[in-house]
């Protein structure tokens, strides 16, 4: 199978599924498990990472202060977040392709839920994925950084 039809494969799985924002942070981690299941190798792997980039919303320019820039990211990294109601909606951006894609996929799973959800949060998706594996020291970092500010938020708005 090519890859644009892998990739075509997981946007009609995901066009089937319910939409994440009524899935709990278990169920849409299964969903992106699922996902890269259908990808062979990493060359795939992070071409489909660098596809949820693309799909992540523009973040306002007054949104990107140092303030929500993520510290210990060696590309910048922003995160914005809000309670609406009883949940904690997450913006954030990148200013590298795979930092997005990272970005865009710890939002689809923790956007939309609960603080102290969020703050509580197993990401096993990560490790099963096989991600921590292929990251450098310094991207591990970061990407740890990016999940404790995260996480930091869903503290912080309860």
């Known amino acids: 199978m090519s890859q644009k039809s892998k990739f075509a494969t997981i946007k ?3 066009m089937f599924s319910q939409k994440t924002k009524y899935m ?4 849409i981690q299964n969903e992106i498990v699922a996902n890269f299941e259908l990808l062979d190798n990493w060359e795939d792997k992070y071409a489909y990472i660098i596809e949820q980039g ?4 523009p973040m306002p320019e007054n949104h990107k202060t140092e303030d929500n820039l993520v510290k ?3 590309s910048k990294v922003w995160f ?7 949940k904690i909606i997450f913006e954030g951006d990148s200013d590298a392709l795979i930092a997005k894609g990272l970005v865009a996929m710890l939002i689809n799973v923790l956007s939309g839920q609960k603080a102290e959800e969020i703050a509580t949060a197993d990401l096993f998706f990560l490790e099963k994925i096989g991600l921590k594996e292929q990251l450098s020291m310094t991207r ?8 404790k500010q995260l996480k930091t938020y869903g503290v912080a708005l309860q």
């Open 12 to 14: 009609t799985k995901k």
């Open 80 to 86: 914005y977040a809000e309670k609406k109601d009883d």
């Open 140 to 147: 591990a970092n970061g990407l740890a950084a990016m999940i």
């Open 54 to 57: 693309k799909t992540l919303s």
């Open 72 to 74: 210990g990211c060696q």
């Open 24 to 27: 709990s942070i278990i169920e």
